[in-house]
Structure formats: C-alpha cells, structure tokens
C-alpha cells in the first residue's frame, strides 16, 4: 500500500530527475550527431520526387547512405543572408581532416531567436557563436558535400527564450524545440524515429555543454564536451581598455551575485549546497571580502581590480566568472565539488586557480591568506598567458586557439565516431 506521502515522495523524485534532464538540455548548445550510416550501393536510385519531398534533413542510424545524400542536401533556409561570411583567421590543417556538415534548420529554430539583442551576449551564446564560426569555416572544416562528413551540426538554440520574472534563460520550452528538430530531421524515416525523439538521438551524439561534473548525472550519460561558458569577448575588451595597465588591485578577495541569507527558505536549503550562504555568513563583515548581493552592470571591472574571485557553486557547479576572472587576470577560486572544466589541454587549471573544497569554506580566509604568501605571484603570472585567455573566448571569426580552435581539436580526437572514416578504410 502507498500512503499519500509516499505517492508525494515518488512525485518529487520524478520531478527531480526530470528537471535535471530538462536543465540538462537548457545547458546543452548544439548536437553534433556521429554519421552512423551505412554505405550500401545495393540501394535503388531514387525517383525525381523523392528529390523534393520537403522536411528531409538528417539520417536514421539504420539507414542506407543513398537515401541520407538525397536527405542531406534538402536545403531549407540560407543562413548566410543572416551571418555574412567572414573568413577565419584559423589553421584548419591541424585538425586531422576533420569535416563537419551544418544543418540548415528553417530560422524558428535558431536566428529567429536573435531578434531579441540579448541572446548574443549572454552566458549561453555560444550556441550562436558556434554556429556562426562553423558557418565561416567553409572549405575547411565545414562541408557542403555529406558524404565526406564526420560530424553533423544540428544549431538549435535552446537558451534564448528568457524568463520575463527574472530574466534568466528559461529551460520550458527546450524539450519541445528540440524534438520538433529531431522530428523534422527524421522525417524521411518516420517508421524508425522514436515516439519521444529525443534520448535516441542523444545516446549517438556528442553533446557540446557547459555541464561537466566528475560524478553520476543525467547530463553526463551522452558523449560529451565540456565548453566554457560564452562572455563576449567585445565586453572584455572594452573592460581592459578602460582599466589602467599600472593600476594596482585594490580589492582583495570578490564576489558579486545572488547570497541566500535565510538558509529555512527553498533557495537557502538548495541553492549552491549553502556554499554561498555560508561565504555571507562568514565573511560578510570581513574587509578583506568585497561581497555584494545585488546586481551591476559593470561588475566586469570589479573582477579586473581584484586578486581573487570566488567561483562558487550556484544551480550548477560551473559559473561564467571563472572565464571573465582568467581573461581579465584575477585568481579564480573554484567552490564546486566534482566540477570538469573545460579544455584541461589548453587551459592547466591547477596552475592558474584555486580549488577550495566546500567543506573547507569556513577556512577560506585562512586559505586565501596562505596562498598569497607563498605562491600567488607564480600563479599571477601563468594567468598572464595569452593563449590561455584566448581558449575560453569564442571569437568570431574564429581564431587559432580559441574557444572553437579548441571544440574542433577535442572533435578531431573523436574521428572514431565518424562512419565515414570507417568506410573509407575498407575501400
């Protein structure tokens, strides 16, 4: 028998796993899906109508590589009338080969989302970014021709629907947006797409996110990549250009967002483990902290006047501060247990940040202390690294070593996934 609390317990639960899926896909870019076909010349040729039927645009994993050639090539909407080309300063040699295939999805799925100015610039932008710098990759690692693929770029934009309450990206309509994409990509082969469209797709994807923890989570049970949250580079530029180069940091340890201060509430009780809370608690009234709760649109130049910047845990383990603090040359505190970072290649976390564990943050003044008498100016000096600066940035046009220098290198490791390659080997 099943009491009404434990029917509200199984309620809870439910919802709970379901909003981690749901947050999953609110933090998750853009699909790259594997070429998981087979190159079948037994298949008959297809008729002339079959050439125009329309909503054709991706493959089913069973499918015969004819049938996906006709499917691949149905264009539907060109986006170079929204992003005019603009040649990459890139090496694309580097990469193996690597070839990409873009989807052209019809505007509702992407670029009309950018009518609203702000999903250019936000943390979650780029997915626009992205799309942008492959589309400029023409030639190079981008691809016409899906035959030679090896990776197709499904560009939805699933963050730029914003909450009118507090104006964060609101994840309500990302489950629907994305299996309509998956739908109308599967189209050609309705008998093989799945009911719900989409786990299928995502178990034979390499997921692009900013979601990366060490331990179980729903986000992590896909191939994926974990990409740096998107700070536009234009912003930053502007930041350092108004900060004198021989002005001293003057505040010495900052943090600047949401504090719960009442740990009974539902925020206080979940929200940032307490981590927050308790860096208020503790610190609050200590000088040495600049902690401050509410918002300012100029914060960027608090980060470029302070030694150390608190990084700490909110909804998610991962924080856009931690980009904005290493581009604008303050030690980055990292406060979130398990957390992956993005491009550990490019970027040797441990020799440019601070990783405090959350139980220790009541001796995070102790901490910070130690380190600045012992081994801050060594780790001051790593964060002056351009290059490292540089492969957290998605610059577009793209450039060496940026952020997406870095997913097309970390892709390029990848070519395993790519049936294409496979085929070829046997040839």
């Known amino acids: 028998m099943i009491t009404h609390k434990q029917r509200r317990t199984e309620k809870g639960l439910c919802f709970k ?9 609110s933090f998750t870019l853009y699909f790259l899906v594997s070429f998981l076909v087979d190159h079948n010349q037994e298949d008959l040729p297809l008729s002339p109508s079959s050439l125009s039927r329309p909503n054709t645009l991706l493959t089913n994993p069973k499918t015969k590589f004819i049938a996906s050639h006709v499917v691949f090539e149905s264009k539907i909407h060109d986006h170079t009338l929204i992003f005019p080309p603009q040649r990459p300063n890139i090496r694309t040699d580097v990469f193996n080969n690597l070839k990409i295939y873009v989807y052209d999805l019809p505007s509702k799925f992407n670029t009309d989302w950018l009518a609203n100015d702000r999903c250019s610039n936000h943390l979650f932008a780029a997915e626009e970014a992205l799309h942008k710098a492959l589309l400029s990759l023409e030639g190079d690692v981008r691809t016409k021709d899906p035959h030679e693929a090896d990776f197709f770029f499904v560009p939805v934009y699933v963050s730029c629907n914003f909450s009118t309450v507090n104006g964060f990206p609101a994840i ?21 797409a799945t009911a719900d469209g989409v786990p299928r797709i995502l178990r034979n994807s390499i997921v692009l996110q900013t979601f990366g923890v060490t331990f179980k989570h729903p986000c992590q049970e896909v191939e994926n990549v974990v990409i740096p949250p998107y700070i536009s580079p234009v912003s930053l530029h502007k930041t350092q250009k108004n900060i004198p ?18 740990p009974r509430n539902i ?25 401050q709760r509410q918002r300012f649109a100029g914060y960027q130049s608090e980060i470029a006047r302070s030694v150390f910047c608190l990084c ?25 247990d398990g957390i992956r970072l993005p491009f550990p290649s490019a970027v040797r976390w441990p020799d440019i940040s601070l990783t405090v564990a959350e139980r220790d943050v009541g001796k995070l003044g102790e901490i910070l202390e130690h380190v600045a008498e012992t081994n801050l100016s060594v780790i001051q000096k790593n964060l002056e690294d351009p290059s490292v600066k540089r492969a957290l940035l998605f610059n577009v046009p793209p450039q060496e070593g940026d952020a997406t220098w870095q997913v097309l290198e970390a892709l390029s490791k990848k070519l395993h996934r790519s049936a294409a390659r496979r085929s070829n080997a046997f040839l």
């Open 172 to 192: 309500g309509h990302a489950r629907s947006l994305i299996k309509e994409a998956i739908d109308l990509v599967s189209a050609q082969y309705p008998n093989q």
């Open 245 to 262: 180069v021989t002005k001293e940091r003057d505040i010495r340890v900052f943090f600047r967002g949401k504090m719960e201060i009442h």
């Open 17 to 25: 796993h379901y909003f981690k899926w749901i947050l999953c896909f």
């Open 312 to 336: 700490p845990l909110g909804w998610a383990p991962w924080s856009p501060r931690l980009v904005e603090s290493v581009a604008l040359g303050c030690v980055p505190v990292i406060i979130a």
């Open 267 to 291: 925020s206080g009780r979940f929200y940032s483990k307490r981590v927050r809370t308790e860096i208020w608690r503790s610190y609050g009234s200590d000088r040495r902290f600049y902690l």
